[in-house]
């Protein structure tokens, strides 16, 4: 890793150490470049964003059918160009590792570190619905093989170990046991999406023996960044919410011109001059 991406990689571990930050989801160059500028101290992926800007599927059962899921060679690639467009440490959505072998994760790992992402999270979802949840053991192994991969380039990185359960109707105890296991494997930070009320998310922080992450954007909701602080999270992710709110926005405006052939949607556009000067080196 180069000088500079490696200062940027040892702050991003540095914002771990204490606080609460939002950690905002980028999924191109242009997005990244438009977070950063409003002076977020660094951006995460989203594996959502990237999936939907090529006309992919995300966090389905993908197992049960061919339906087109991005392969690590082209997550990563969009993981190198968001890492060179911006001067602040980025943070790879690496899904499940992409492969169930924990050596397999460790040679994702390994290729993020390459890309220069300052951390990346593995994730238990399986895409499987007769399984949705790798076994425990197995996760287990998955982390503490992400975490030699990180040990062994000596590289700065947040390596996050992410529980899906709560998505798939666990339990939260097994989430708290999973992601407590993760942590013991090595994860930096532990992330349990789906928790999204203060009494869950007040549960897992009195829990959990690390940090956590959580996500929010998944729907509306009422707690504030302050909020989130006050209860004792380290980390707030936004997901592909944002990517989700400018499609709205894109399929609104397509029914306009469609139905009505009308282009009151113009209104509220950034101004040529506003893009130029934002992505002007």
């Known amino acids: 890793m180069v000088g500079d991406r ?41 594996s959502a964003g ?19 899921r991005v392969d690590r060679e082209t997550m990563l690639g969009r993981v190198r160009e968001i890492v060179d467009a911006v001067g602040v440490p980025v943070s790879a959505d690496l899904e499940e590792g992409y492969g169930e072998k924990p050596e397999t994760v460790a040679t994702t790992i390994s290729l993020a570190l390459d890309a220069g992402a300052a951390g990346g999270n593995i994730e238990d979802f399986t895409g499987d ?22 040990d062994a380039s000596g590289e700065p990185f ?4 992410r529980t899906d359960g709560l998505l798939v109707d666990s339990s939260l105890d097994e989430c708290v046991r999973r992601a407590n296991a993760y942590l013991s494997a090595g994860a930096d930070c532990a992330f349990v999406p789906g928790a999204s009320d203060a009494t869950t998310i007040g549960t897992l922080v009195r829990e959990l023996d690390g940090p956590l992450n959580v996500v929010m954007g998944l729907t509306g909701n009422a707690l504030s960044l302050d909020d989130l602080r006050e209860l004792g999270v380290r980390r707030v992710t936004v997901g592909g919410s944002i990517f989700r709110a400018m499609y709205r926005q ?32």
Do not use: K
Request: negative net charge.
């Open 6 to 46: 490696r200062e940027r990689a040892q702050r991003f571990v540095e914002l771990h150490r204490e606080g609460c930050f939002l950690l905002p989801n980028a999924w191109d160059a242009g997005s990244a470049r438009i977070l950063e500028s409003v002076g977020f101290p660094a951006v995460a992926t989203t």
């Open 50 to 68: 990237i999936a939907f800007s090529l006309g992919r599927p995300d966090h389905d059962f993908f197992a049960e059918h061919e339906d087109g």
């Open 129 to 150: 619905s007769t399984r949705p949840l790798f076994d425990l053991e197995l996760c287990s192994d998955r982390i503490r093989a992400a975490r030699a991969a990180v």
């Open 158 to 161: 947040v390596l996050v170990g």
């Open 250 to 281: 894109l399929l609104g405006t397509a029914h306009e011109l469609a139905d009505l052939g009308t282009f009151t949607y113009a209104a509220d556009q950034l101004t040529q001059t506003d893009l130029n000067n934002l992505f002007r080196r």
